[in-house]
C-alpha cells in the first residue's frame, strides 16, 4: 500500500502529539494524584446520611447574601428538593451521593457535577437574575432518573 509523504508526515504528526497528551495525563493523573476539580473531599458512602453536614442537607447562610446548601444526591431524590434564595446570592453547593452516580446540573448556570459516591463535589454560582432554575439530575441512575429533580428559587 503506497502512503503519501505528506499524509504519512500528518499520521506521524497526530500519533506523537496523542502519545504526549496521554503522557502528560497519565504523569498528572498518577504521580501528582490530580482529580476533576470539584473533587475536593472524601466520605464515606456508606454513612453519607449520618455524617455531617449531609445528615442535615440544607441551605445554610454564612455570610451577607452568602450561602452553603449541601444536597444529598440520593436516588431518585435530591435532598433538600427546593431551595429559596434572595437574587444576588453567590451559593457554594456541596453534593455527594449515597448510592450510585447522579448528576448535578442547574440550568442556566455553569454548575455541572457529576456526583460520584465517596466523593464531595462542590460548585459556586451567584444568582444575579430571579426566577426558577431547575436542578437535574443528568447521569442516567436508574428507572427513575428522570424524576431526579429539584428546584432553586431566586427571590
Ligand atoms: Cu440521579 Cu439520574
Request: proline share 7%; net charge negative.
Amino acid at each position: 500500500m503506497h502512503v503519501h509523504r505528506l499524509e504519512r508526515i500528518w499520521m506521524t504528526f497526530g500519533i506523537v502529539a496523542l502519545v504526549i497528551f496521554l503522557g502528560v495525563l497519565g504523569t498528572a493523573a498518577i504521580s501528582e494524584g490530580i482529580v476533576p476539580p470539584s473533587h475536593i473531599q472524601t466520605i464515606d458512602p456508606t454513612k453519607v446520611v449520618t455524617t455531617p453536614p449531609f445528615n442535615n442537607p440544607g441551605l445554610r447562610k454564612i455570610g451577607e447574601n452568602e450561602y452553603e446548601a449541601y444536597i444529598l444526591a440520593q436516588y431518585p431524590a435530591f435532598t433538600p428538593h427546593e431551595i429559596s434564595i434572595p437574587a444576588g446570592a453567590k451559593v457554594t453547593f456541596f453534593t455527594t451521593s449515597s448510592d450510585v452516580v447522579h448528576g448535578f446540573f442547574i440550568t442556566n448556570t455553569d454548575v455541572n457535577l457529576m456526583v460520584v459516591p465517596g466523593w464531595v463535589s462542590t460548585a459556586t454560582h451567584v444568582f444575579r437574575s430571579p426566577g426558577q432554575y431547575l436542578l437535574l439530575c443528568n447521569e442516567y441512575c436508574g428507572r427513575e432518573h428522570h424524576y431526579m429533580y429539584g428546584t432553586i428559587e431566586v427571590r
